[in-house]
């Protein structure tokens, strides 16, 4: 797989039927490699290792309703109470990062009303604060860490 804009981590995998499989820290299980899994599996580990946020508040691939239709986001980092602290979104690193992404990130979180946003490729990042009170969002160098 292709070198990350990520640091190095130590990641498990399988190989069975002539696929390659990465182990998932958050589902617990194997997850088929393809070049958008690779990208989720670094943010998962950047929030884990560098950012300390715990397991217990990090989410992967689950289904959401947006304006009726079901979507699926890539990574939802938790606030303890249960609402959405970061919202990501993960492409294959040959994808490039357009308008439209930025598009499908905000249709995502007017449901979501996540305080930080993360789009990435692997290669390049983008975070976003969200500021509700006055329409608009900031860009960030980086996102928080946890702070207990």
């Known amino acids: 797989m292709q070198k990350l804009n990520f640091q190095l981590y130590n990641f498990r995998f399988k190989n069975s039927e002539n696929k390659v499989s990465i182990f998932d820290e958050i589902r617990k299980k194997f997850i088929i490699l393809t070049p958008e899994e690779w990208v989720r599996q670094h943010v998962v580990q950047y929030l884990l290792d560098e950012k300390k946020y715990p397991k217990s508040l990090i989410n992967v691939e689950k289904v959401l309703k947006v304006n009726g ?13 249960g609402s959405i602290f970061i919202l990501i979104e ?19 979180n007017m449901t979501m009303q996540s305080q930080f946003l993360m789009v990435t490729n692997g290669l390049n990042h983008y975070f976003c604060q969200m500021d509700y009170k006055n329409e608009k969002y900031t860009f960030l160098e ?3 860490n946890y702070n207990s």
């Open 90 to 108: 993960c492409k294959a690193p040959e994808i490039k990062i357009a308008q439209a992404t930025f598009d499908q990130i905000a249709r995502y």
């Open 69 to 81: 239709l079901r979507k699926r986001y890539d990574v939802v980092v938790f606030n303890p109470d």
């Open 142 to 144: 980086n996102l928080p």
